[in-house]
């Protein structure tokens, strides 16, 4: 599916991948335009509802993008968030969702290649899954 | 019911042609004006410039819009100007929403269409985000502006001395009962080869006179309260046995029947029982061994009691508990001598004449145990000396890292030596030199011309000692055997003893290696990972004296610019904060927050956040199941609102 159509919302956190992608900005670095980022101040601050609201709402891949391990900039809530990720994607699948549509990793403020680089990859596996029907599930209009 | 719709006012920002020139603002403008919940100023070319700024703020003062929505650059950039400004035109700051279209789309998307689209939704998701805005409530603390200064080694001495000039009160606390660290027990300071005890006499007697600065010694902190600006130390002083009315007279020393083994001379001489590290020390007084006194083990001696012209034994003392208050901890606890204990091939302790660098020094002090000289086990002079450089260092089994300092002390071995043995030869034998500035490395060239000899060896952890007669034979890959009379194995430095038991007490991190961890390696490297705590010295890493001592300079430096007598501190304003009436006591907030920023509040089952500690990360809010916690700024609705504004542009 085209890239246009769907959508993928990355959760990144303020010190280090928000900053990443800032840097890919300076760098001219083209990426797919699908990618839609939310910022957050640490990825500790990601609730999976978040992610599970994300794909209600019609998202097709889910990223969470943060410091990497030791680096977080409030010491650990990195991996608060890699805990609860691997919970969340043990329950994907109960939801009809295939864990493949989420990703969690890390970008750090310097490593713009590696912002273009994760979510290209992401876009590309999205784009081989196809986009998400959420039978029953997804809300009409958002306020 | 009808309820009013809120419209969010939109800023254009070309940004020169940065924007402009990628994005199709004409048709967003054209969206912006049928979209219903959106209300178009003007797009600007540079709204960040200062004709831009005064674009803004008239325009917010004449439309008093609902919320902004500024469609440019990154929110890293320019979110605080467009804030301040809002404010300064009475619009809360948290009314102020960036889409960055910038960084995230014109300069990232070649197709404008595309580019077009997705600034379409990123202005869209800013607008309901900030429909859910609610208003940030700017916070300032008034604070304490004195200092507790841990370890009176040369960094704690320094620092200590700095802020006590700028007229703080400073609290002094040493685990040793007099002052001066490890600097005071070595007799020059290498590269300068300054004498130690003459350098350090007047920053002791400085201290002494400052009526600014209290002297805690024979103390240790064992609980801090509170935070940045406020915090609340408490000191556990052991008992001395000795009044302060001491002055180091030393006529108790004469009539004490008991020697112990000294630990300042590492266990190499004696001291009495009752007893001073050096002549000179401040405190000046003098303190007795409880475990060795006789008046202690069964009551009979009084001797040094009879003798003191001042009447300063007092066999009654008690420990004291002493609580302080301040606004920044400075941690200058310094180093332990590189432990090598488990390197069996070093044969330390196995063989006679085998000392480490720390021995040696205490060896050619003249406030030593020999009163420096330097002799052999059996009472002779030395005729051939070899220093092991890197001993224990840069392995697993000892210390994995190299100190980066410990080369230059090896090299001042030789010198030290020929001062007062100018015929003994000296072969020092490594591995790897590191001389990391200048100074250093012609320090080492001076040696070399001065008769080291420095002998390189294939790999230094294959170093062998064994007995050979009365000599000392070391083998080692790469070179021919050495037989020498004596060896100085140059040790690393580790992280102090309460290193560890600090950082619990204090809440804050220590590097993988056990020292200190600095809150930003490079931007606030005197920062320990909590505000208002600052490490400096040795207790941040292996470090030389002049470095312990530009370290002290840098944290007081930094603490004086941020606590100002009379000046309220400024406080995070976005939060976490617990709605009371929603917290059902689970307290998983409390297991997740990085800086133990919330309490329990036992009798009401709800958990609290102290707004002063936190730092907003945001992770209790994601923990907590009753949707009690919500991070300011960052709430859940926010979020939300920005997840669909995103997806239904
Ligand atoms: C053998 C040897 C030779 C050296 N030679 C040189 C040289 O030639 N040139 C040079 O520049 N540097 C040299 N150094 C390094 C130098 O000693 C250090 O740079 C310097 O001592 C660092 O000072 P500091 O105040 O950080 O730490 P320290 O000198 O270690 O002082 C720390 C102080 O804190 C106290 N303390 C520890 N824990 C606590 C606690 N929990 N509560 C209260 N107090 C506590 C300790 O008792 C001590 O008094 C040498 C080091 C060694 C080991
Ligand atoms: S937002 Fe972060 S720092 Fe603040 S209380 Fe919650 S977990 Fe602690
Ligand atoms: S996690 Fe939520 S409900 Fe539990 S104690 Fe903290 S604020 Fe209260
Ligand atoms: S601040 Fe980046 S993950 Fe915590």
Same mark, same amino acid.
């Given at each position: ?6 959508? $993928? ?54 990223? $969470? ?31 009809? $969702? ?30 081989? $899954? ?14 | ?52 700024? @005064? ?59 595309? =580019? ?17 805005? %609610? ?28 802020? =006590?000039?700028?007229?703080? @009160? ?30 350090? =006499? ?41 009044? %302060? ?65 001042? !009447? ?21 606890? !310094? ?56 001993? !224990? ?111 619990e007490i204090l809440n804050i991190d220590l590097e993988k290696d056990g020292f200190f961890k600095a809150d930003h390696a490079l931007l606030h490297a005197t920062g320990a990972s909590l505000d208002g705590i600052y ?5 941040? !890493? ?29 406080? %995070? ?30 009798? @009401? ?45």
């Amino acid at each position: 599916m085209p890239e246009t159509t769907s959508t $993928i919302i990355a959760f990144v956190c303020n010190w280090c991948s928000y900053a990443g992608a800032d840097q890919a900005g300076g760098l001219r670095l083209d990426y797919p335009v699908n990618i839609k980022l939310v910022r957050v101040m640490c990825s500790g601050r990601v609730d999976p509802q978040f992610v599970m609201d994300s794909f209600r709402k019609g998202a097709d891949g889910v990223m $969470i993008l943060g410091c990497h391990p030791g680096d977080c900039h409030y010491r650990n809530g990195n991996i608060k968030a890699m805990k609860r990720s691997i919970l969340l994607e043990q329950m994907l699948p109960t939801f009809g $969702i295939d864990p493949k549509r989420f990703r969690l990793d890390w970008v750090a403020a310097g490593e713009a290649e590696r912002f273009k680089e994760v979510v290209t990859e992401m876009s590309e596996t999205i784009k081989n $899954i196809g986009p998400l029907h959420l039978k029953g599930f997804v809300e009409s209009e958002v306020a | 019911m009808t309820v009013m719709q809120k419209k969010s006012l939109l800023f254009l920002c070309k940004c020169g042609a940065n924007i402009s020139n990628f994005v199709d603002l004409d048709r967003i403008a054209d969206w912006a004006s049928k979209a219903g919940h959106i209300d178009l100023a003007e797009s600007h070319n540079l709204l960040c410039s200062p004709d831009g700024k @005064k674009f803004f703020q008239e325009t917010l003062k004449q439309k008093k819009p609902d919320t902004v929505v500024v469609a440019a650059c990154s929110p890293k950039m320019h979110e605080k100007t467009f804030q301040e400004l809002a404010e300064s035109v009475d619009v809360n700051m948290s009314y102020i929403q960036m889409a960055n279209i910038r960084e995230h789309c014109a300069w990232v998307t070649q197709d404008k269409n595309e =580019a077009t689209i997705k600034s379409i939704e990123l202005i869209n998701a800013a607008a309901k985000r900030s429909f859910e805005a %609610e208003p940030l409530k700017k916070m300032t603390m008034a604070v304490n502006t004195d200092m507790v200064v841990i370890g009176g080694g040369i960094a704690g001495i320094e620092a200590a001395l700095s802020a =006590a000039k700028a007229d703080r @009160k400073v609290y002094l606390v040493e685990k040793e009962i007099s002052l001066g660290g490890a600097v005071i027990k070595t007799e020059d300071i290498a590269p300068s080869m300054e004498c130690s005890p003459c350098l350090l =006499a007047p920053r002791l007697s400085a201290v002494r006179n400052n009526p600014n600065i209290t002297v805690i010694t024979n103390a240790e902190v064992n609980e801090v309260k509170g935070f940045y600006g406020n915090f609340t130390v408490k000191i556990h002083k052991k008992a001395r046995y000795v009044e %302060e009315s001491c002055i180091g007279c030393e006529s108790c020393f004469e009539v004490c029947p008991v020697d112990v083994k000294s630990a300042f001379h590492l266990n190499m001489g004696t001291e009495k029982a009752v007893y001073t590290l050096f002549p000179g020390s401040v405190p000046a007084a003098a303190a007795i061994h409880k475990e060795s006194c006789l008046h202690f083990v069964d009551n009979s001696c009084n001797a040094c009691m009879e003798a003191c012209p001042f !009447g300063s034994i007092n066999f009654n003392q008690k420990d004291e508990d002493i609580e302080v208050t301040a606004g920044a901890i400075i941690i200058a606890t !310094g180093f332990a001598a590189g432990d090598i204990a488990g390197i069996k091939n070093l044969k330390y302790g196995a063989i006679e004449n085998v000392y480490t660098t720390s021995e040696f020094e205490r060896m050619v002090c003249s406030n030593g145990p020999s009163k420096g000289e330097l002799k052999l086990k059996n009472g002779e002079k030395p005729e051939k000396i070899a220093v092991i450089h890197c001993a !224990g260092s840069m392995r697993e089994d000892g210390l994995p890292y190299c100190s980066g300092i410990c080369c230059v002390e090896a090299a001042k071995v030789g010198m030290l030596v020929r001062k007062q043995l100018p015929d003994v030869q000296i072969v020092n034998i490594y591995q790897e030199l590191v001389f990391p500035n200048p100074r250093d490395f012609s320090f080492y060239k001076q040696q070399c011309e001065a008769g080291t000899h420095f002998l390189k060896s294939d790999n230094i952890s294959s170093v062998l000692l064994s007995e050979e007669k009365e000599r000392i034979r070391i083998t080692a890959l790469g070179i021919d055997p050495v037989e020498v009379d004596l060896v100085v194995l140059s040790t690393g430095l580790q992280p102090s003893e309460s290193a560890k038991k600090l950082a619990e007490i204090l809440n804050i991190d220590l590097e993988k290696d056990g020292f200190f961890k600095a809150d930003h390696a490079l931007l606030h490297a005197t920062g320990a990972s909590l505000d208002g705590i600052y490490i400096v010295g040795c207790a941040k !890493g292996p470090v030389n004296v002049s470095d312990a001592v530009v370290t002290a300079h840098a944290a007081i430096g930094d603490a004086l610019s941020k606590l100002v007598p009379g000046r309220e501190i400024e406080l %995070e304003i976005m939060t976490a904060c617990i709605d009371p009436d929603k917290c059902g006591g689970c307290k998983l907030c409390i297991t997740v927050c990085p800086y133990k920023a919330i309490s329990n509040n036992a009798d @009401k089952h709800i958990s609290f956040v102290n707004e002063v500690i936190c730092r907003g990360c945001g992770t209790c809010v994601a923990q907590c199941p009753s949707g009690a916690a919500k991070a300011k700024h960052f709430t859940d609705n926010q979020i939300y609102a920005e997840i669909g504004g995103l997806i239904y542009a």
